[in-house]
């Protein structure tokens, strides 16, 4: 309930806004209540790190170690995760990273995380075949195109961005997806090629 609210009030109004008087207000519950759950702001602030390197840090990571039949397919799996609000919260993302600039212990946090998910991104590249350096450098383009794409807020269509992912995994794996594969990921994703042509 009070993670809840923190939550939406940072993604809202930033760390700022995640403050305990008007949490209970918007939750119509007493302030006092919010003590047994948490014993300070800062213990709410703590939980909702938590909270995020468990979603965004813990889902890419899961993603980057999935099975797959093929390095297109093990791509494929990475960029998924990115795409599927549930695992990996962009909006939050965006939040904590501007939280960050803020916070030292902030700063460590997502640091920390940059380099977890660069590091488990480089070992599945590693599991593909790609030399130590060659793995660092592609995993390094991947995370930094979409951290990127979280900082400037980019906005594209689902189809947009489909019609540009099979060129994404070619660059970064160095092989196309095959048919199968894509029409794998389409289905996943509710996305239905036809139907971007026919409307």
């Known amino acids: ?20 008087l008007p949490l209970a207000s918007e939750l119509k519950i007493s302030r006092t209540s ?27 990571i899961a993603a980057a170690q999935a099975y797959a039949d093929t390095e ?30 803020q916070s ?34 592609r995993s390094r383009t991947i995370y930094l195109v979409q951290i990127g794409y979280i900082s400037m807020q980019s906005q594209e269509t689902l189809a947009e961005r489909m019609r540009r992912i099979p060129t994404y995994v070619e660059i970064y794996t160095g092989r196309k997806p095959e048919a199968g594969e894509l029409a794998r990921f389409h289905a996943r994703h509710g996305y239905i090629p036809d139907a971007e042509r026919t409307a």
Request: aromatic share 12%; net charge negative.
């Open 72 to 101: 297109a397919e093990a791509m494929l799996n990475v960029i998924g995760c990115f795409l599927d609000p549930q695992a990996f919260d962009t909006r939050f993302e965006f939040a904590v990273r501007s939280w960050a600039l």
């Open 34 to 60: 919010f003590y047994w759950f948490f014993k300070d702001r800062e213990e709410l602030l703590s939980a909702l790190a938590d909270r995020w390197a468990g979603r965004n840090t813990g889902n890419l």
């Open 1 to 20: 309930m009070w993670l809840d609210a923190a939550y939406r009030a940072l993604i809202d109004g930033g760390v700022e806004a995640v403050k305990i």
């Open 104 to 137: 030292s212990v902030m700063t460590e946090r997502v640091g920390a995380a940059d380099r977890d998910r660069i590091a488990a991104l480089t070992a599945m590249l590693e599991r593909w075949g790609h030399a130590p350096l060659d793995a660092d450098v």
